[in-house]
């Protein structure tokens, strides 16, 4: 049987391999665990009655998954039929030699089942979507790569960026992750026209501008469909605690905040002060917030309820300019804690998937807590630690940096992508959820298998991959 042969058979595979992955998934999660996050989309989808609060195009996907069978379930199986394809496919895109050395039906796997990677799937979350379409982005990236000038380049380019709309679409800060792969896109379409430095660098300009012109697309279609929201995030009440600790005048601060938004806390600024310095934690910043059982929390604020949502941004704009410094300071121990670097006993209860009580609920049939235990066992909690994941994409990025004039500089922008997002999670980041920093992972899962496959490729020094025919 010739090699050709045998290629053909094994990518034939992939898809049926992928379909195994969704199998399972659906298995381990059936009928999908929800969180706050996912119930209000399911009542969006419900109701058509959307808010700029979670993105419109989640719930449209869901309301007609829902009349079908009411509840998760089919949008559970929706996320895993997508993630597991995507997955597969930027396999043999990313990872074309390895294919020649093993089978796919250990491969894709091996790949789409890390648990790092593969927990988030069990939530019905709009990150699991995100992700998925940043990895199907990631696969055009690589085959845009490796194809020649032509239609097929142009399409899949095209591919490339509706994927990255419809990550946006579905979270908003997926525009610091599209902007590294829109680069790596303009990279392959700028090909023989600058010299390779300066090439980068418009293509980095030009990624920037189309992830910036894709969110305001979704900015403007969601304000077509959906109402301001009148909420405040609990972001913006956290970062006022941690300027309050970290500014050096907890008291003063503390009125000055409650001098713009009276209603945060139904104490004077003392009392308030005094509460946030024993309540507050970089990591958490839900125990701020008053609910039936923390009667006592520093802001009493009902952050869903009637109340001026625009004087809470306005005490905190406040705050943030008369403290940058304690702001920079709250932010690095948040983010801190955001990549596990803080109590890892937290970290797993925030993730919800390694935390017993969403994952190992009673009555969970026994084949389903068997696949649970191996996939969302809280013991794994160290293999997610998002700053290692990071450096490793990081270093990935540096290697390939080495070699940009030689065309190999994929894994250049997958360093851009998953560093854009760190960025942005450094100032936006509320807890340490394990969601948040998917991608990074995802990421750095992706960097792993390519220097797998560089130390295992036997091809002799200076030979070269033929380029794909359009």
Known sequence: MSAGTVDARRHSALPHAAWLVALLLVAAGWP?????????????ARTLVFTDWHPPVMALVWAPLDRILAGPGLMLVAQAVLYSLAMAWLLAEACPRLLRRASPWLL????ALFPPVAALNVMIWKDVWMSAWLVLALACLFRMARLPPGRSLRWTAAGLLACCLLATAFRHN??????????????CLLRARFAPWWRLLAACVAGVLAALLLY???????????TPAQVTTPILLHDIA??????GDAEATARQALAIAPDIADTGHRRLAKRVLKQYSPAAAVRLLSTRRRTSAAFSLDIYGPHDADAVKRAWGALVRTHPGAYLRHRLATFGCLVQLCDAAGWRHHSYVLDRRY???????????????VLLAPALAPLYAPLAWLALAVAGGLLALRRVGQGDVVPVFLMLSAAGLAVSL???APIESYRYVHWIIVAGWTTAWLLLQRVLDRRPAGTRVAPRQA
């Open 32 to 44: 999908g665990i929800l969180s706050n996050d996912s119930l209000a989309t399911l009542e969006q």
């Open 216 to 226: 305001a697309a979704v900015a403007a279609a969601t304000r077509l469909i959906a």
């Open 359 to 373: 994952a190992f609920p009673d009555g969970l049939p026994g084949m389903q807590a068997a696949l649970r235990s």
């Open 174 to 187: 997926a525009v610091a992750a599209t902007a590294g792969l829109l680069a790596g896109g303009a990279w």
């Open 242 to 247: 941690g300027i309050i600790v970290h500014s």
């Open 108 to 111: 894709v796997p091996a790949f």
């Open 426 to 428: 450094f100032f936006t």
